[in-house]
């Protein structure tokens, strides 16, 4: 475990104490952490938006590492969630071509954010405590 040596201000004295992170640095934990990630910029495009394609993008180069794992079900769930968004906004967007349609279109995207709102508070909630996702393919 590394030492951190510090000059005590009281008496000027040179003390050495154990350095502790506040984190691990083991792969695992890296691995949690990519997760945690993802989810945090999924929280933040429920906002702003475009936080959503970093995360995407995190997610899919974490796959191949999260493969057999319990955090794959996690990754496939926050794939899935952005690329259904993405239908909804294409469909949100493209209904409100005609007048008659924004109504609707309205609806639409009104569902598709609380949705994806959803997949974000249970995902991380889940992983938060350790619990896999138990059907990463379904829609709730």
């Known amino acids: ?4 040596a ?3 201000p009281n008496n000027g004295n040179q003390v050495t104490r154990p350095r502790t992170l506040p984190f691990s640095l083991g792969l695992s934990e890296n691995d949690r952490l990519a997760v945690h990630i993802v989810y945090g910029l ?6 702003f938006g475009l936080p959503s394609i970093f995360g995407v993008i995190l997610a899919y180069l ?11 079900g996690h ?18 967007v493209a209904l409100t ?5 924004i109504p ?9 954010w609380l ?13 938060s405590n350790d619990a896999p996702i138990k059907d990463p393919y379904a829609l709730f």
């Open 1 to 4: 475990e590394p030492h951190m």
């Open 6 to 8: 510090e000059t005590n």
């Open 42 to 47: 999924y929280g933040a495009a429920i906002v």
């Open 62 to 72: 974490k796959r191949g590492d999260l493969e057999g794992t319990a955090l794959a």
């Open 75 to 92: 990754i496939t769930w926050q794939i899935r969630t952005f690329w259904i968004q993405v239908i909804t906004i294409v469909l949100t």
């Open 97 to 101: 071509a005609t007048w008659i349609l």
């Open 104 to 112: 609707f279109a309205w609806l639409i995207g009104g569902l598709g």
């Open 115 to 127: 949705w994806f709102v959803y997949r974000v508070v249970k995902g991380w909630i889940r992983h």
